[in-house]
């Protein structure tokens, strides 16, 4: 018995010398580190020291240290920065919904500025600026090597001051000038109107106003339509949507799903993690949904069309979203000023992230670009071709009463209204005909 204690006693005592081996080069390795965090910022202190006092022009001290600030966090990747004074001021009025400037929200890829989505009824989305564009200049300067910061600083002004950026386009031979007039931008998040039996929700931002306007104009659509049972479904246009606050796409996903997960975030630490659930009740009292995404459908949308996709609650039309998959924690630093930080990425209910793949339509349908030609064979197809009815001296047709007359005639005057919908917006078309296909396979309630 003594043996083994002190055979056991002999096995701590050799535990205890190993670990302190090892922990003692992880000790020397940590404060090795440190040393080299200190010296770095020593050699910042030291540049920063003789760029004031030795460059060629007098600097502005606080310019250049919040340009070291924001040169640290872009680094990071293309939605870390700082916001100045001014910027973070600029932001909590976006997120309140009115804004200067041209209606696009934008991002960095390989030194340019590419638009994300212009936003509807902006002077951007006037002039006809697409999601995927490319911002070469702005009144003629290049803003390739500008941060996107200094990108967006070059393009906001004055109101009703005018702007020319220079454009490259997929699908363009050549780069192309828009001029644009500043305006301020109002921005309505939720816009609806009826396609026939099927309520539109057309939402283009997720600001603090967003769940609210949702919820009250699906309500009036449905008033304004006599009532759930005289619709067919719901089409959640999220087209161009650059997204916005994570609370208000939970809130919209939340108004949809009776329960089960909506998202969730993990950070670096698995503890910072947060899960999102649906609370009982649906806006939509059950009806089948359509939602419309492309490439501007971004962030907070892209939780949304993920989070209804994956519960089957919806079917997803369009094209593939634009795939950021990351939360940015804003953070008030001294001087009025701001950090934005990414913190975390999100996944959808179904554990997969879109970092970068966006989410993918159940229904591919691209939009079909208007184009001279096909505006010229549009016209020459769109003459009316004659009947029987347009003969003279044709027979009546005596077998229909007054009233399958009339209905005949409404249900002609749907389908002449449905192809120019098709003519004006195809995917919108296409998610309305999905809604009225479903409606015709559901058994009428007796």
Avoid: C, W
Wanted: no cysteine; glycine share 10%.
């Amino acid at each position: 018995m003594k043996k083994f204690v002190m055979a056991a006693l002999g096995g701590i005592l050799a535990g205890v010398v190993a670990t302190t081996q090892v922990a003692g080069p992880l000790l020397a390795q940590e404060s090795g580190s440190r040393a080299t965090v200190y010296e770095q910022l020593d050699l910042f202190g030291d540049i920063f020291e003789r760029i004031r006092a030795q460059y060629v022009e007098e600097v502005d001290e606080k310019e250049l240290i919040e340009a070291a600030i924001n040169g640290m966090l872009t680094s990071l990747d293309p939605h870390s920065s700082y916001l100045s004074p001014d910027d973070a001021a600029n932001m909590r009025l976006q997120t309140r919904g009115e804004f200067g400037g041209l209606g696009i929200e934008v991002t960095q890829e390989e030194g340019f500025v590419k638009v994300v989505s212009p936003i509807d009824g902006t002077p951007a989305d006037d002039a006809g600026i697409e999601a995927g564009d490319f911002i070469t200049h702005v009144d003629g300067e290049s803003v390739l090597g500008l941060t996107l910061d200094d990108a967006v600083e070059k393009m906001r002004g004055p109101v009703g001051s005018e702007i020319i950026i220079t454009v490259v386009r997929e699908g363009e031979g050549e780069p192309f000038d828009v001029s644009l007039v500043r305006a301020t931008i109002k921005l309505q998040a939720v816009r609806t109107r009826l396609e026939r039996d099927t309520v539109v929700l057309r939402v283009t931002t997720f600001n603090d106003q967003t769940y609210a306007n949702l919820e009250e104009q699906l309500k009036q659509s449905v008033e304004d339509a006599g009532g759930f049972d005289k619709i067919n479904g719901i089409v959640l246009d999220l087209r161009n949507n650059p997204g916005g606050l994570l609370t208000q796409a939970i809130r919209v996903s939340d108004a949809f799903l009776d329960k089960g997960e909506i998202v969730s975030t993990r950070g670096r630490d698995v503890a910072d993690g947060d899960r999102y659930n649906a609370t009982p009740g649906d806006l939509a009292n059950g009806k089948p949904m359509v939602v419309l995404i492309n490439a501007g459908s971004a962030s907070a949308s892209e939780i949304v069309a993920g989070a209804l996709q994956d519960h089957r609650r919806a079917i997803v039309v369009g094209t593939k979203s634009f795939g950021k998959g990351s939360v940015q924690t804003v953070m008030p630093l001294r001087g009025d000023g701001a950090m934005r930080l990414t913190t975390a990425r999100y996944y959808t209910p179904s554990g997969r992230s879109i970092q970068a793949l966006g989410v993918s339509p159940d229904i591919v349908v691209e939009q079909p670009r208007r184009t001279p030609d096909a505006e010229q064979d549009e016209e020459s197809t769109s003459r009316p071709l004659r009947s029987e009815a347009d003969l003279r001296g044709r027979l009546n047709n005596d077998s229909l009463s007054e009233d399958e007359s009339r209905q005949i005639e409404e249900d002609r005057a749907q389908a002449e209204a449905a192809a120019r919908l098709r003519d004006e917006d195809y995917q919108l078309a296409y998610a309305v005909d999905i809604l009225r296909g479903l409606s015709a396979l559901t058994p009428a309630a007796e």
